[in-house]
């Protein structure tokens, strides 16, 4: 999605319908397909706040040694400080370092380290050396095809299984209906694919496809299953959100028709103040790994 409020605070709101949304069936495909011997060695793309490391980490196999990267020192500091909170809540012990936690339960030991990085190009090896698996969540539809090739590139290089969860796909509709929600859907779409600073114009709902066809060809066993959110009205901030944002969005794109935008955004703020509003993002999840001759 296009972002037009502070990004920690979105990733915050979105979290709990993003892990409702996940397919815990590619998760688990993925596992069986790593099985390491010692520790699980894994890099999450473009981290955020950590949510994917929260998500997997009691997923994975329990020894895990995470390399979390993004190009905001702000969200970083988050990683540290929602994770201690989502372990806290688990009763899990967490120690918090310079350079990020570690926590430990049972057979769960997840040491985390965060490290600031613009991810524009993936040209260093010390990101996947080692890797058994790279993962992202919510960002394939930000990058270009050329980022996706070299993506593909790197994890065949290291033999790493592969998860990138929740790509917007193009799809999305609103209930009660209004009769702008095709235009701004589709202004929102071609917003998508505009420049987000990873490798030239982004894939938008495309993005799946084309990582697809980038794996098939460095010779991986792809996977993909539908991970949509069905927002209801106990979500209302996160719809909140949403409309505004897509709103902005499509305004971009339109200068001339914001008037309309704005109208169509309020009528459907008007629908979630009063509880009536449902709104569903389709998404898809991919899983891969190098076949087996
Ligand atoms: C939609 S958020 C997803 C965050 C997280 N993976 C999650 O699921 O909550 C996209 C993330 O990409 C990061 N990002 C965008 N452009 C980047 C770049 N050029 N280099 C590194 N990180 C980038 C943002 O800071 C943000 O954390």
Known sequence: MAMSEPLGDWLQLRESADWEARSSQLVQQVVNAIAPEGSIHVLDLATGTGSNVRYLAVRLPGCQRWLVV??????LALVTERTAAWARARGYRCDSYATGLRVRHDSLDCEVETRQRDLCDLDDAGLFAGRHLVTASALLDLVSELWLRSLAAHCREVGAAVLFALSYNGESSCSPAEPEDELVRELLNRHQHTDKGLGGLAAGPDAVACAERCFIAVGYQVH????DWNIGPAHADM???LVRDWARAAGELAPELVPHITSWRDRRLAHID???SRISV????LAGWPARP
Request: aromatic letters at 10%.
């Open 274 to 276: 009063a509880g009536r």
């Open 224 to 227: 993909i299953q539908p991970t």
């Open 70 to 75: 993004d190009h905001s020192p702000d969200l």
């Open 239 to 241: 719809q909140r959100y």
């Open 282 to 285: 389709r998404h898809f999840d």
